[in-house]
């Protein structure tokens, strides 16, 4: 089954903890990305990758770290999470061409205190 | 450069209603367009998609949207309104040129009364 994991689905941290959330798909797809959602300001793109050892910064990527060494995974990495954090993240991917859809992740809610 | 813009943050229909939510862009290539519906507690599922052939695209659950190009709309519709699709839908532009870099609208939340 074509899929997007994400882990973990859940966490509360305290604020300053390394934390790494992973990200796994298995479409062979050249394009990740990932996104906070915090009401009202819809998705926000914080990195996106366009393939293997290529990334790049979203709209909103300050306190936020991501690596591709492998194509199919794409962690996100707090290295010192804040409660401006909190927030629930999305995984995406997608072939390399324009017209393909985007495969989302089912989502980590992160809360930092 | 390019951008979406939905024009309702909510949208509150009763069941057996027809739905309407709008969708406006900007682009400086051609675009394709996208819709995403987000249940609660859920990732973002694919509804229908634009790409440049047909301009009225039918998706899943009897939504469709039509492109209209002079208009820079995509509009989502469906005819009658269930309570399952009580949910958040996002419209998405990626343009032919540049980036490839999907742009997403804030969002429209659609809600059902019975």
């Known amino acids: 089954e074509a899929q997007v994991t994400q882990n973990p689905r859940y966490l509360i941290t305290v604020t300053g903890k390394k934390l790494t959330v992973t990200c796994s798909q298995n479409?062979?797809?050249?394009?990740m990305s990932w996104y906070r959602q915090d009401p009202g300001l819809g998705l926000r793109q914080i990195y996106y990758?366009?393939?293997?050892?290529?990334?790049d910064k979203g709209d909103v990527p300050e306190g936020y770290k991501v690596s591709r060494k492998e194509k199919r995974n794409f962690p996100l990495i707090l290295e010192s999470p804040s409660p401006n954090q909190t927030s629930l993240y999305f995984c995406?991917?997608?072939?390399?061409?324009?017209?393909?859809?985007?495969?989302f992740g089912e989502g980590s809610r992160l809360t930092v205190l | 450069a390019q951008s979406v813009t939905q024009l309702d943050s909510h949208v509150s229909v009763s069941e057996g209603t027809p739905v309407l939510l709008r969708c406006n862009y900007s682009?400086?290539?051609?675009?394709?367009l996208f819709w995403y519906v987000q249940h609660p507690n859920k990732g973002l599922q694919l509804l229908l998609k634009?790409?440049?052939?047909?301009?009225l695209v039918k998706g899943i659950n009897g939504f469709e949207a039509e492109f209209k190009k002079s208009e820079t709309s995509f509009h989502l519709t469906k005819p009658s309104a269930h309570m399952s699709d009580a949910a958040e839908y996002f419209c998405?532009?990626?343009?032919?040129?540049?980036?490839?870099?999907?742009?997403f609208g804030r969002g429209t939340s659609l809600i059902v009364h019975p």
């Open positions: 995406a991917s997608r072939t390399a061409t324009n017209t393909g859809e985007l495969f």
């Open positions: 479409m062979n797809h050249e394009y």
């Open positions: 990758s366009m393939n293997v050892e290529v990334t």
């Open positions: 682009s400086s290539y051609s675009p394709s």
């Open positions: 634009y790409t440049s052939a047909a301009t």
């Open positions: 998405v532009v990626t343009a032919s040129g540049g980036s490839y870099i999907p742009t």
